[in-house]
């Protein structure tokens, strides 16, 4: 029976009678009302998500702040829910700072950390008073105006990743500034006459392993803690990046927060007495950790084939959920509207799209109970599922729906061939 704890483990998703419901609303009728393919978010989930991780830290060290990677799921209501809740932002363009900025969080609590920007939006950033996380030496010298504080991103040279793809350090990375220039950088910042200063690390998403972060942190300090010395800067902020996993697959393990956040402040306040530095902010910027297992695609089965394997064709595709084509990426499957139903077949999971590349899953097992029409589910969809959709052989994308304790709202329409069109000329 496809009831592995990955899903068992989120409250918010139940068996109703063998239909599955989504913070309280029964999937059949979502479909019914808003079609499919659907993306469905939890809000008590996005909201408990949140409150799990800032008491795991805060309990330790209470200066410890979440600024929300908007990227995962760039949706202004999912991103108010988590700034009603006290979420800051990070921002990787000037679209994600209007996005951040229009849920209603404050021009202080949004660091833009943009990679390869273009001068122009280095100037908006610095002339709107946002934080700004520099990850090339020579955008220094392309600032107009001084930042009143500037942080920089560290490439340590080595990095890590729950996949291939998701790897951001390291000699072959394209983020960040190498070990070698990095105090050169805070050299000539202070030289320009930046008073403020963070400092930031990203090297990798979806880690399921506390002693990483711990690691993590330590490697932060053992920068930022001689420069800090040598060059009489106090740091406001050491901000960890994202990168908190979450298990896409039955037999992996949710990571444990609360271990995670006691090894990383134990090893912060270790680092900052060594150092002498004070008390700055921890800033962790999760992205995926906070909305991956809040958001479930629901799909209908459009055909049957039994062609030299048997292949279940859903309206759903790598235009709608694009992770399994790109990282080959798992994302568990439930029949939505038969959870029950128990598996007798093995079959693949394709898309409407005319690439092989459009599949979700391979030789997985599946219920001969289910048929055309029915609904399957996708769980954690999330985080980069929607916000990295296309329009790929012209299908349009798919709508958005908040459900909240039994309760549905529409918070992205579904396009139509108008939205395909727009903005053309012929
Ligand atoms: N901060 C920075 C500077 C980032 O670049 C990212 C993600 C995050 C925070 C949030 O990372 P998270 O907590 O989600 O690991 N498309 C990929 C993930 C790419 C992540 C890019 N940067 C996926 O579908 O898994």
Known sequence: ??????????????????????DGCSVEELA????TPLYVYSRNRLVSNYRRL????????????VYYAVKANNNPAVVKVLADEGAGADASCLSEILIAQRAGIPVDKILYSGVYNHTRDLHYAVDNGFRLNLEDISQIERLVTVPKALCFRINPGVGLGGAEGLVFAGPDAKFGIPDRDIEQAYRMAQQLGVERFGIHMMTGSNILSPDYFEAIVAKLLDIAGPISQRLGIRFDFIDIGGSLGVPYRPEQDELDIDDVARRVTNKLREKLDLYDMGEPDLIHEPGRYLVCDAGILL????????????FI?????????????????YH??????????????QVNFVGQICENSDIFAKDLPFSSQLTVDDLLGLLNVGAYGFCMSSQYNSQPRAAEVMVDSGKATLIRERETFDDLVKGTIM
């Open 32 to 35: 019914d009302v808003f079609g």
């Open 332 to 345: 568990h499957i439930l029949y939505a509207n038969q959870l029950n139903a128990l598996p007798d077949d």
């Open 313 to 329: 064709g859903l309206d759903a595709g790598m235009n709608t959920l694009l992770r399994p084509a790109l990282y080959g990426a």
């Open 54 to 65: 800032v008491n795991a830290y805060r309990r330790h060290y209470p200066k410890f702040q």
């Open 299 to 310: 799909t209908r089965v459009t055909s049957i084939k039994k062609g030299y394997k048997k």
């Open 1 to 22: 029976m496809l009831r592995p704890p990955i899903w068992k483990s989120v409250v918010e998703l139940e068996n109703r009678n063998g239909i599955l419901h989504v």
